[in-house]
């Protein structure tokens, strides 16, 4: 019975990322980002949920990897799509489409990490759930937009070149450490500690605007991290 209550939660993320589709359909951007919220967290459980149990499986892997197309991939570009969609008067009509960029990548990103024996304890890449709470942030900024920043997220130059950078970042060969504790040491999490911290706080200083820094801090930590992972021949 417990090897089956891991995939049973990644079925849980891809069935939250359905729920988030409906919801860009209908127009509901902003519940279609908490949907994905779900999905990020019945994502970090189930990995968690199989190591505790001692318990994996290609058909687990595979799942995985399924579900997280769904919200991972086929999610943002529809999010993408449909903010480029209303930031589009005078562009283009095919403009919106470029936002499915996105999924095309996320679905390489995730082939390359199956096939990838580099990225067992590390990744290498931007990860799909990063780069998709990068994405769905952007309803939650122009919904409780503080700063002033709606005439950037609805500018499609904007919006496309964030849909390359992401895109680029997804496939990149670019060292980056995950966030899987095999202590609470200290000296063994150093970074995964700063990066944790530096993030509530961001969190609770600047609410849904947070999220990009976020994603932006990880990438430079990572970098900047002279414990970083190496990439070797695979």
Not at 12 to 24: D, P, R
Not at 79 to 100: C, E, I, K, T, V
Not at 164 to 181: D, I, T, Y
Request: charged share 10%.
């Amino acid at each position: 019975m417990k090897k089956h209550l891991p995939n049973a939660v990644t079925c849980l993320n891809l069935f939250s990322g359905c729920l988030a589709i409906c919801q860009i359909f209908a127009g509901n951007l902003e519940t279609a980002a908490y949907f994905v919220g779900l999905s990020a967290l019945f994502d970090f459980f189930d990995g968690l949920l199989a190591r505790a149990l001692h318990v994996s499986s290609p058909i687990g892997k595979d799942l995985d990897s399924l579900a997280d197309v769904v919200s991972f991939g086929v999610v943002p570009g529809a999010f993408l799509f449909d903010l480029l969609r209303q930031s589009g008067a005078g562009m283009p009509n095919w403009l919106p489409y470029a936002g499915f960029i996105v999924t095309v990548f996320s679905a390489l990103r995730l082939a390359k990490f199956n096939n990838d024996t580099r990225q067992s304890d590390s990744f290498i890449g931007l990860p799909t759930p990063a780069c998709t709470l990068v994405v769905t942030s952007l309803p939650l900024i122009l919904a409780n937009d503080r700063f002033a920043l709606s005439p950037y997220v609805l500018n499609p130059w904007v919006l496309l070149g964030l849909t390359l950078v992401l895109s680029g970042l997804l496939v990149a060969e670019l060292p980056l450490f995950a966030l899987k504790f095999k202590s609470f040491r200290w000296q063994d999490n150093q970074v995964r500690f700063v990066f944790l911290l530096l993030s509530v706080g961001l969190l609770l200083w600047l609410w849904a605007a947070a999220i990009p820094l976020i994603i932006l801090l990880y990438v430079l930590l990572s970098v900047l991290s002279p414990a970083k992972p190496k990439i070797e021949a695979a």
